[in-house]
């Protein structure tokens, strides 16, 4: 009953407390245990995880882990969110395209620090992967224009600048049905399916795509090694995204997702213009909302409508 439902962002709550988000799916398995909604002993649970011998002592700390968040959510989340950022983290390596000199410019264009600069060439690659070049310089431009925002009221501040360029990412690199297809034939996709079964398991990806959710399928399908070629077709196959002729750009999360970048950089504009060195920490905090959009169709599109109403209340305060 729905009155009953946990929602649980689990492959973050993996990620920082045992190092990899390959455990989400452990972390959930001790939710339902200690719900009591899964009629096997805890001692059996971890007497399996054992006999598996694959990545036990992370397996084993992520049972635990959702067990406690089943006992006291709000003690766990806030223990997550009181972890430096670097802390209990997997170190990962994201593939991305080499850039052209135009767009290398246009980024070193932009008034930040080395390593600012560098996660700025790294999200601007990223996009050029998602959609195209034109894609990215959107992104460019609009952190630009943030950056000579944040520079005119605080010089020594690159915080704003990194905040929005985090957020913009993510808004504008969100999960749709051509994203998901490159992101699963990326090296590291590969790299991380062998760390939790081994170098002899046949990889399976388990997807609910919504177009086969509309057609009645209520549970995920598999999709072995012999689907990368349909996966290698719909990655190429972005050029049609956000057109008339995409196939599933016209579902309300689709179309949800292709304004919210539009949305916070009108937001943004607006906090630029009354941006100084006295409400910059207020400006990082609106920019930071964006992070809190997690989660899969109706619990994306529930965050998506708190993120509107904070969004909303945070800029009539500013």
């Keep these: 009953q729905t009155e ?45 995880i054992e006999l598996n011998a694959v ?35 997997a170190i990962t390596t994201v593939s991305v395209p080499d850039l052209g000199p135009e767009l290398v410019e246009l980024v070193s264009n932009i008034d930040a620090a080395p390593e600012l600069t560098a ?37 020594t501040s690159k915080r704003l600048t990194e905040s929005v360029a985090r957020s913009l990412h993510k808004l504008m690199a969100y999960k749709d049905e051509y994203e998901v297809a490159r992101l699963m034939l990326l090296p590291e996709a590969d790299k991380a399916a062998k760390e939790v079964g081994g170098l002899g398991a046949t990889i399976t990806w388990q997807l609910h795509p919504p177009i086969l959710k509309a057609l009645g ?36 999360m689709r179309s949800t997702e292709r304004v919210l970048a539009s949305e916070f950089n009108e937001a943004m504009i ?29 619990l994306k599109m529930r965050r998506i409508g708190e993120f509107r109403k904070r969004l909303s209340e945070a800029l009539s305060r500013f």
Excluded: C
């Excluded at 946990?6 to 245990?33: C, H, I, K, M, Y």
């Excluded at 690659?125 to 520079?151: C, H, M, N, P, W």
């Design 55 to 89: 990545a036990v002592q992370a397996n084993l700390a992520a049972l635990d882990w959702g067990r406690r968040w089943a006992h006291d959510p709000v003690a766990v989340e806030s223990l997550v969110h009181s972890l430096p950022s670097n802390d209990n983290e």
């Design 4 to 48: 009953n439902n946990r929602f649980v962002d689990a492959a973050e709550l993996a990620l920082r407390l045992t190092g990899s988000a390959s455990q989400a799916n452990v972390l959930l398995l001790g939710v339902a245990v200690q719900d009591g909604h899964i009629p096997v002993s805890v001692e059996s649970i971890e007497a399996a």
């Design 270 to 298: 607006l906090v630029y213009s009354a941006l100084t060195a006295d409400n910059i920490d207020a400006a990082i905090a609106i920019a930071e909302l964006p992070q809190d959009i997690r989660g899969f169709e109706a």
């Design 217 to 252: 399928r209520d549970s995920k399908t598999g999709f072995g090694p012999n689907s990368k070629p349909a996966f290698a077709a719909l990655r190429s196959a972005k050029r049609l995204r956000g057109t008339r002729f995409d196939p599933f750009g016209r579902s309300e």
């Design 119 to 155: 996660t700025l060439l790294m999200l601007t690659a990223d996009l050029v992967d998602f959609q195209d070049e034109d894609y990215a310089r959107t992104f460019i431009a609009a952190v630009a224009q943030g950056a000579s925002a944040e520079k005119n009221a605080d010089p």
